[in-house]
């Protein structure tokens, strides 16, 4: 069983960057594959950024390449999104994900309860 919260979320400008933290209960935590999903108002979740379990493999969706960064730090238990050069469009709520497999997909087993991103133009 893996217990995640999310925080950092909040109101922002365009260009304004913010850093979410993902925290895992667990002595596992390692063993997890992670991910950062959101989802805007009417439209479905979707693949922000996912990272293995020792930090070797990373992937991030098109939309974010460049200007978020996904990294953890296993001792702490937390993963992390750097997100810079906020646009208007990465308003949304963002959750984290943990799974025993690295999926890029929504399809993962534990998630965490949310936290709000709103960019202003």
């Known amino acids: 069983q893996v217990q995640l919260v999310e925080s950092g979320g909040g109101l922002v400008q365009a260009g304004a960057s913010l850093r979410l933290s993902c925290a895992a209960s667990?002595?596992?935590?390692?063993?997890?594959?992670m991910g950062w999903f959101r989802q805007a108002p009417g439209k479905e979740r979707e693949f922000v950024a996912a990272?293995?379990?020792?930090?070797?493999?990373?992937y991030y969706a098109d939309s974010v390449k460049g200007r978020f960064t996904i990294s953890r730090d296993n001792a702490k238990n937390t993963m992390y999104l750097q997100m810079n050069s906020l646009k208007p469009e990465d308003t949304a709520v963002y959750y984290c994900?943990?799974?025993?497999?690295?999926?890029?997909?929504?399809?993962?087993?534990?998630w965490g309860q949310g936290t709000q991103v709103t960019v202003s133009s």
């Open positions: 990272i293995s379990g020792n930090g070797a493999r990373i």
């Open positions: 667990g002595r596992t935590f390692s063993t997890y594959s």
């Open positions: 994900a943990a799974d025993q497999l690295l999926r890029l997909a929504v399809n993962y087993h534990y």
